[in-house]
């Protein structure tokens, strides 16, 4: 008897819960309407089945207790209910299914006249790219990537040089316009996910994936990288800024084009490259605590490392480590950091960026 | 109740014990291959693939396998006959021939690298150097069971009582064989 | 050529010495309990590394050594041992091997010296798996799918060290064991049966190993390829699955490869793996429902179709694993499909056992606890498993919380309550003793109750979208603080749960010396293994002569028959 009450009270509480969860989807701020409107199906079939069988269960414990006098009754088979049974799951499976495929179906068609964005991933930071005036994105190749040419365009290719460049983990995009993500990774698996938005889809290295939604509310979400990416996976968070037509145009008339960060100077300034490599993603420049030590203030300090010994945070320690990073780990940070190969120019820009975040 | 002399289930399959382990290994081999030339396929669409130059020793290679399936046939014959002295040679050609052959892919692997192909150089070269070198390998397993047969033959008076494995031997020999020729087909014509 | 159909002509292997019998023995029921300690031993570790796990995320910053490395081995290392070197380990080799000789009537496997085999083979897999831990930079941090490009470079635990050598290796050598073990079972179960036992005679846990061997078979070898094609990688720099990557400000010197390609490789082997666990959990939920309902099961010619249905199916539903993989999405359609197809046949499988209920004659023993249990968590995991399948409902689901709750309810809790109860049902028949009810009782409830506490509010923070592999959710504003506190909830569960299995190893350690003996098939079964002559069998498992088999394994309360249960090898002569 104890366990047809436990039972009973797992099963009714599972299906209370529903009622009174503070965990929910988040509030839909894009068309996906329709995965929601499949999930909530599902958990209406799946809710009532799982209802009535446990319920079966619970009764059939309850009335067919055990007793010495009494014999089950004998019945190999059923045929016909066998079938019946099938054919009633069979149905459910449909009414389940339809939905989802009809969805899948809108989900998998690219708007043609969407508004064109690149999605770029990389350990463990984001970054975007615009097709610019021409509409059309510039030719990219693996082998041209390099903390100057941070999106491996080719500068040989004209269709590239008006691309704009969002060199920044934080995107803007027009409210109610469909936005057609293509989608990029620099080096491992990511995936650009959106709560809000519902869509995601992995960022493959060697071949461009897909993604669209129309954003339909103002706003700023996070992105959450959803593929596993190596130890910062969890630190991989950009922004969409969803804003009115008119402030869109405004943020990208301020972006650079490919061609003008071309000319930018020799090996590019410390913040681009920090940014361009990702080490934003665990480094801070305001001070916070994240994954490894903030910048800020911290050139030519003393600092503890983990093996008891207090160094001096001078140039040749900042480019010891970048090149080698477990040689020295600051106490108090996990020895997670991979190693950069950077060249003398890179790092001198970095170590010049680091200095200038000290308040003097 | 009766005396049965066979006390098992009627047997789904007429075959020994030994029989179905060793088909059944050999289907689960060759699902393990069509894994292989699968990936092979698949790769060598993308522009990068430079084929590999024939080298004229696999021929000969070939030629190796043929012979020593040709000493496990006899070998199993023999067997089968109770003829103990072909019975040996056949076995000794079997594996003279089988460790031939090992030693010939070793030789056509040095020949590559000292022209300078690489494993990881070109997709094609990894493949050659994968697929020959998972060949080898399962070949060396049987050339193992081959001289566990051997020793056992050295014991026994009549080998008449190893037909039943030198027979499955053989098969095996012939499946690798099979497999090679798939492969090399493979290799020729991509 | 004659038929060699009998054991009757092949001598029996008699072990020599201590060493012979207790070791380097060739008995079935020795190599099952050789694997059985270590496919457990392995499991408290694996159960150990997921403390490790919940208590960064519930209680994030009590111990400085969990970071963001050690965090992510703990989560492979985990997944891995429990997958593939317990649950795998432990259903083929531990509950097979036991079973499936004494359940046809035959005296041991086929291959008695190969079966033996497999298990040294299976232990030394193991121990390179435990390798890792010890060597510098230690395991694979790289998530049990070990998905290139990250599981093979710096950056990802392991990944630019051995970590990830030694796990594939490890992983090859399972596979060569598995595969010695699972040719032997197929050969036993097609050509080894007692006379009168046919194929649609023979107890549904035996159809269940036996296809689920088969699976094994393969679907292996896809994961063999994928490995060595991914330690290649690893080790002579190929591009099998490596592109262009740009990491650590340089080019790295791979290109070509297609990542996709091994989620291919890797999944058409992960989606009938976990079939392989499941297919012998629901074998044994049905032979302990029939037995303890003391009631034949349900539709026993449609169970043995639904699974051959199963089995066939589970080839063909790999991708749903990768609906948003950057796969051809033309090719979601198809593998939508197929999965929710799926859900018929185990549909059924639920509905017979729960129609085995009916009008049956219930007994509340330890074994039918876990039958009930089994079914309502099994229900839960499989149902929302709909919701995964259903390509489009995916999209936002995929790698949360969601997809963690699923997994683990169907492959954690309810083939783990399978198996406990299993192991009270058959643990008379190995020792002799009964386990004690009480202990068993109460392992039960905190097991039942505390694993549902853990899995079930998971679905709810995948449905807000909380990722999977994080090691902290601080980072993100749309994650509240009361995920935190979940966290918490679930991690303090966890560590209960955790120390309740040890009621189960003391009750095994004491009951197996000190437990109350047991009669002789204590619990009325009608299966073969209870009706040796010695109970727990001797070796050779017969006696003078082997059984033979008159009826179906499931007469439960036959009418007319004074007894409520009629053994296989009983002739209709001899029924009272």
């Not at chain 1, 001078?314 to 020895?335: C, Q, R, T, V």
Request: aromatic share 14%.
């Amino acid at each position: 008897m104890a366990f047809v009450i436990i039972a009973a009270v797992i099963v009714v509480g599972t299906v209370l819960f529903n009622l009174v969860t503070p965990w929910w989807f988040t509030p839909l701020a894009s068309n996906w309407g329709s995965l929601d409107q499949t999930i909530i199906i599902s958990l209406w079939i799946t809710g009532i089945a799982f209802v009535l069988v446990s319920a079966f269960i619970l009764y059939c414990v309850v009335k067919f207790r055990y007793s010495e006098d009494r014999r089950s009754s004998y019945e190999p088979e059923n045929q016909k209910l066998e079938l019946q049974l099938t054919v009633i799951t069979a149905i459910g499976v449909i009414i389940l299914l339809a939905p989802g495929l009809v969805a899948w179906q809108s989900y998998i068609n690219l708007p043609e006249n969407g508004l064109q964005v690149e999605g770029v991933g990389q350990q463990w930071t984001w970054s975007f790219r615009f097709p610019g005036e021409d509409g059309v994105y510039g030719n990219t190749s693996g082998s041209l990537f390099s903390s100057k040419n941070t999106f491996g365009l080719d500068p040989n290719d004209p269709k590239g040089q008006d691309d704009i460049l969002i060199r920044d983990r934080q995107v803007h995009l027009p409210v109610n316009q469909p936005t057609v993500f293509q989608l990029r990774s620099k080096d491992v698996l990511h995936d650009f996910y959106v709560p809000q938005f519902r869509s995601k889809m992995d960022l493959v290295p060697g071949q461009h994936s897909n993604l669209w939604f129309t954003p339909t509310l103002v706003g700023t979400y996070e992105i959450a990288c959803a593929e596993y990416c190596g130890t910062g996976h969890w630190a991989m968070r950009g922004e969409v800024v969803v804003e009115d037509e008119a402030a869109f145009q405004q943020w990208l008339a301020q972006q650079p084009t490919f061609a003008q960060t071309m000319n930018e100077g020799s090996a590019g300034n410390g913040q681009q490259i920090v940014q361009s490599l990702g080490c934003v993603a665990c480094h801070t420049d305001n001070g916070d605590s994240a994954m490894g030590p903030t910048w800020k203030d911290s050139f030519n300090t003393q600092r503890n490392t983990t093996t008891g010994e207090t160094v001096l945070a001078d140039a040749s320690y900042i480019k010891e480590s970048i090149l080698n990073p477990s040689a020295k780990i600051a106490s108090g940070f996990a020895p997670v950091m991979p190693a950069y190969a950077l060249s003398e120019e890179e790092l001198d820009a970095i170590v010049e960026y680091i200095n200038n975040l000290s308040t003097e | 109740m009766s005396e049965h002399k066979t006390t098992t289930e009627q047997l789904i399959l007429k075959l020994s014990h030994a029989q179905v382990f060793v088909y059944l290994l050999l289907v689960v081999i060759t699902i393990l291959f069509l894994f292989v030339i699968n990936a092979y396929v698949f790769r060598m669409n993308f522009d990068d693939w430079q084929a590999l130059p024939d080298p004229r020793l696999l021929w000969v290679n070939s030629g190796s396998l043929i012979a020593a399936s040709l000493g496990m046939l006899w070998a199993s014959k023999a067997s089968k006959n109770g003829n103990r002295d072909n019975y040996k040679l056949g076995i000794f050609v079997g594996c003279l021939f089988a460790l031939v052959f090992l030693i010939g892919q070793l030789i056509v692997w040095q020949q590559l690298i000292s022209l300078d192909y690489f494993v990881a150089s070109n997709p094609a070269n990894t493949f050659f150097y994968l697929i020959t070198g998972i060949h080898g390998l399962h070949l060396l397993g049987g050339i193992v069971a081959l001289a566990v047969v051997a020793y056992k033959s050295q014991r026994l008076s009549d080998v008449v009582l190893l037909s039943s494995q030198t027979s499955l031997l053989a098969t095996y020999w012939h499946y690798m064989l099979v497999v090679w020729v798939v492969f090399f087909g493979l290799f020729l014509t991509t | 050529m004659e038929q060699s159909a009998t054991y009757e002509g092949q001598p029996l292997h008699h072990p020599k010495g201590w060493w012979g019998h207790y070791v380097f023995s060739q008995d079935h029921k020795v190599i099952a309990l050789q694997y059985t300690t270590v496919a457990i031993t392995i499991g408290l570790v694996g159960m150990i590394l997921s403390l490790m796990m919940r208590m960064q995320l519930g209680f994030p910053g009590l111990f400085d050594s969990i970071d963001a490395n050690s965090y992510y081995q703990d989560v492979t290392m985990h997944g891995m041992i429990m997958v593939i070197y317990l649950l795998t380990a432990l259903f083929l080799g531990g509950f097979g091997n036991y079973l499936i000789p004494l359940m046809l009537g035959s005296r041991d496997m086929a291959f008695p010296f190969v079966n033996m085999l497999s298990f040294w083979v299976y232990l030394l897999s193991v121990l390179i798996l435990i390798s890792s831990f010890f060597v510098p930079n230690g395991p694979t941090g790289a998530g049990w799918t070990l998905y290139p490009p990250q599981s093979i470079l710096e950056g990802t635990p392991g990944g630019d060290g051995l970590g990830i050598v030694l796990m594939l290796v490890s992983l090859v050598v399972f596979i060569i064991a598995f595969t010695m073990g699972g040719l032997n079972y197929i050969t036993t179960v097609l050509q080894s049966r007692a006379k009168g036992m046919s194929l649609m005679r023979m107890p549904l846990v035996i159809w269940c190993i036996f296809l689920a061997t088969f699976l094994g078979l393969l679907a292996f070898p896809a994961l063999f390829v994928g490995g060595i094609m991914l330690v290649f990688d690893r080790l002579l720099e190929t591009s099998f699955f490596m592109p262009e990557i740009f990491k650590g400000g340089e080019v790295l010197d791979y290109g070509g490869g297609s990542p996709v390609l091994f989620q291919h490789l890797f999944w058409f082997f992960g989606h009938p793996e976990v079939y392989i666990v499941a297919l012998p959990a629901f074998g044994i939920i049905s032979e302990l429902i029939s037995c303890h309902a003391r009631k034949n099961i349900f539709g026993y010619r449609m169970m043995v179709w639904a699974l051959v249905a199963i089995a066939a199916i589970s080839f063909i539903v790999w991708a749903h694993h990768m609906y948003v993989a950057g796969m051809n999405p033309y090719l979601g359609f198809f593998f939508a499909t197929t999965t929710l197809i799926i859900a018929v046949p185990t549909a059924i499988k639920v509905y017979n056992w729960v129609l085995t209920l009916w009008h049956a004659n219930i007994k509340m023993t330890v074994p039918m606890l876990y039958c009930l249990a089994f079914l309502i968590t099994f229900l839960i995991g499989g149902l929302t498993g709909l919701f995964l399948g259903n390509v489009s409902a995916d999209v936002p689901l995929s790698d949360t919380y969601f997809v963690v709750g699923h997994f683990h309810m169907v492959m954690a809790v309810s083939p783990v309550l399978a198996l406990y109860g299993g192991l009270y049902h058959w643990f008379p028949s190995v020792t002799g003793r009964m386990l004690d009810d009480r202990l068993g009782k109460i392992h039960f409830w905190i097991t039942f109750i505390g694993t549902y506490l853990i899995y079930f509010p998971m679905h709810y923070i995948g449905f807000l979208g909380v990722p999977r592999r994080y090691y902290s959710n601080e980072q993100f504003d749309f994650i509240p603080a009361s995920v935190g506190d979940l966290n918490q909830f679930i991690t303090i569960c966890a560590l209960l749960v955790g120390a309740s299995q040890f009621i189960l190893l003391y009750n095994f350690i004491v009951s197996a010396t000190r437990g109350e003996k047991a009669p002789k098939n204590p619990w009325g079964a009608c299966t073969l293994e209870w009706q040796t002559l010695e109970a727990p069998p001797g070796h050779g498992n017969w006696g003078d002569r082997l059984p033979v088999v008159y009826r179906w394994p499931y007469e439960y309360g036959l009418p007319g028959a004074t007894a409520d249960f009629i053994p296989q090898n009983v002739p209709d002569e001899q029924i009272t």
